[in-house]
């Protein structure tokens, strides 16, 4: 466990003790938790939990499921907090509390906000929501797809008030799992695909006021930058960037949404996301680089001044949205140890940056073939384009790779302390890629580009790979068949959990990449898989199936394979999806026979 992590569990239990709602049982009732996201504020999704290992693992065994109801893609993971999991479902984004203590654990409460079905097809990738977030003086929070912030009483499920952040009608969805900090919670939104202007706003967790809001594009004081703004690299240098690096008045309609994963070092006191795609997919109407589309954001949570950013696809020409995960490890790096960031875009690099000031350090591809780029300058930060698999209106480019869903897309990998490597679950998909003249309409799609998507070298759509961020390299590999579009899990026992599209849930060697164990649940995963100790004391495995997202969006919206380029091109790399499996909405949760766990 790294010295950053200790720290975190520690913040996170006096902050438990000073509320009176900690177990007696201290510090190893925390370790037995899941209190946000990514487990801890670093998303390194590793669990110190170890009842469950490499030598007993074949033995797992289903121990109870749920049904959320809900048939649509299932993303993010559930929360473990004391004797209570909560769990979330796609939408119209019902939360539920699950009783622990009690055989099957039965249902407490459950809340279904009231939200307007003509929200569904504001949705570019299917109606999906990445879980919750909770504030130790009892809130729950979740961002519901409408755009409208909720905030409720993890005891008895009630509303405490609920507070517009985006406007569906505009466009601009929320999906993503809310962060909380300190008092505040901060919210993204989604939107990329509608022409909508990214932002990330903060709320405070009693009353919902607005507490600050951070634009994407724009001027310098809209995208709250100031004299503390470290600036690494010459194209990062100069004023409103926001605005001045995209064509007339592009910039307002120039996405860059935060859909996806926050993380927070308390030490630093900084928070860290990034930015997806500038609007519209056609390149041809946005001449420039498009700041800060595609860039990764350090900012003060307290005041949402950024601290630093890094753009990785400068003038995006393939929808390689830079909203993925940013993992905050200790990590030896040219003969330092440093305080990184790790981060595997969709445009097939891996980046390993320093946190403290956002220089890229190292920034290597952890896929096959990738040929947009042929590597990144790091002396300029900027990568070296290959014109050849550049995209226009004029014609249709093809064999790019990585396709526009990415090598991998939001399903988050894992870091595990003790081998010191990182657990990524990964598409293997290219693209042909065509821009589109697009006018902009209100709420209407502003996409400007067809895709069409297909399987990368060697023709397996996934694979499942360890990587050292020291060096960035691939230590091991397993291929899937179809994509690992689940997240990933570490854990102490030498584990390392991730699911497929298919359904499965697999526990591999975390050293060797060796199957230990594998499990079909009801319907394919793109959600992540957590652990936790229950109040029997026993570990237990848990993950939600319920395939959809943008990779399953056929099967869960019903879509056939006749047209390829159909759901933003993902029917052309995915349309068998539906004869491997079904649509659903079921949390499985498994542990080991008493024989074996009681040993
Ligand atoms: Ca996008």
Not at 330 to 355: C, E, I, M
Not at 404 to 422: C, H
Request: aromatic share 12%; charged share 20%.
């Amino acid at each position: 466990m790294s010295k950053d992590m200790r720290r975190s569990y520690r913040i996170s239990l006096f902050a438990l003790l000073a509320l009176g709602l900690a177990s007696t049982a201290g510090l190893a009732a925390a370790e037995g938790e899941w209190t946000m996201t990514g487990r801890t504020y670093d998303l390194q999704r590793f669990s110190p939990l170890e009842k469950i290992n490499a030598k007993n693992v074949a033995n797992l065994q289903a121990a109870w499921s749920f049904s959320t109801g809900v048939l649509r893609g299932h993303e993010g993971n559930p929360l473990v907090i004391g004797k209570v999991m909560y769990v979330h479902s796609a939408f119209p984004n019902i939360v539920f509390a699950l009783d622990l203590t009690k055989p099957g654990a039965p249902m407490i409460w459950k809340h279904v906000p009231a939200q307007p079905a003509d929200t569904i097809p504001v949705a570019c990738c299917d109606v999906v929501n990445r879980g919750l977030a909770y504030h130790p003086s009892g809130k729950l929070f979740i961002e519901l797809l409408a755009g409208d912030l909720l905030a409720l009483d993890a005891k008895t499920g009630k509303q405490l008030w609920r507070t517009k952040n985006a406007d569906y009608k505009e466009g601009s969805t929320m999906t993503n799992a809310p962060i909380v900090i300190k008092d505040l919670v901060i919210a993204g939104i989604s939107g990329g695909e509608f022409g909508v202007r990214g932002r990330v706003t903060a709320y405070d967790v009693n009353s919902g006021q607005e507490a600050w809001r951070a634009y994407s594009t724009g001027p310098d004081s809209e995208v709250k930058i100031g004299p503390d703004f470290i600036v690494n690299y010459p194209s990062h240098k100069g004023k409103d960037l926001g605005v001045s690096t995209w064509q007339g008045e592009e910039w307002k309609r120039g996405g860059g949404t935060t859909w996806g994963w926050y993380s927070y070092d308390p030490e630093l006191n900084l928070f860290y996301y990034s930015t997806g795609n500038p609007g519209t997919w056609n390149p041809d109407q946005r001449p420039g680089d498009n700041k800060w589309s595609m860039t990764i954001f350090a900012r003060n949570p307290d005041t949402g001044m950024a601290r630093w950013a890094y753009q990785m696809t400068p003038h995006d020409e393939w929808d390689y949205d830079g909203v993925n995960e940013n993992i905050l490890v200790s990590l030896p790096v040219g003969g330092q140890t440093v305080k990184a960031l790790v981060h595997f875009d969709r445009n097939g690099f891996g980046y390993t940056l320093d946190r403290t000031n956002g220089k890229v350090l190292v920034a290597q591809p952890y896929g096959p073939g990738v040929n947009w780029a042929s590597s990144v300058d790091l002396k300029t930060g900027v990568p070296t384009k290959n014109p050849k698999f550049g995209t226009t209106a004029k014609n249709n480019t093809e064999k790019i790779c990585p396709a526009a869903i990415g090598y991998k897309d939001q399903q988050p990998a894992a870091f595990s302390p003790k081998t010191n490597l990182f657990y990524v679950p990964t598409n293997n998909i290219c693209m042909d890629y065509e821009g589109v003249e697009v006018k902009y309409a209100v709420g209407q799609p502003y996409v400007g580009a067809i895709v069409r998507m297909y399987p990368g070298p060697g023709g397996n759509r996934g694979r499942f790979i360890a990587w050292d961020a020291s060096k960035g390299k691939v230590v091991w590999e397993i291929k899937e068949p179809l994509a690992a579009y689940g997240g990933a899990l570490a854990t102490a026992g030498g584990l390392v959990f991730y699911g497929t599209m298919e359904g499965w849930l697999k526990a591999v060697d975390a050293k060797s990449g060796k199957e230990l164990w594998k499990f079909k649940t009801p319907s394919g995963i793109i959600g992540n898989p957590m652990t936790f100790l229950a109040p029997d004391g026993k570990q237990y495995v848990a993950v939600l199936s319920g395939i959809g997202g943008w990779a399953g969006i056929g099967v869960a919206a019903g879509i056939g394979a006749e047209d390829p380029t159909a759901g933003l091109g993902a029917l052309g790399a995915f349309g068998d999806a539906g004869s491997f499996t079904n649509q659903g909405g079921v949390l499985t949760v498994f542990s080991l026979p008493e024989r074996v766990a009681s040993k």
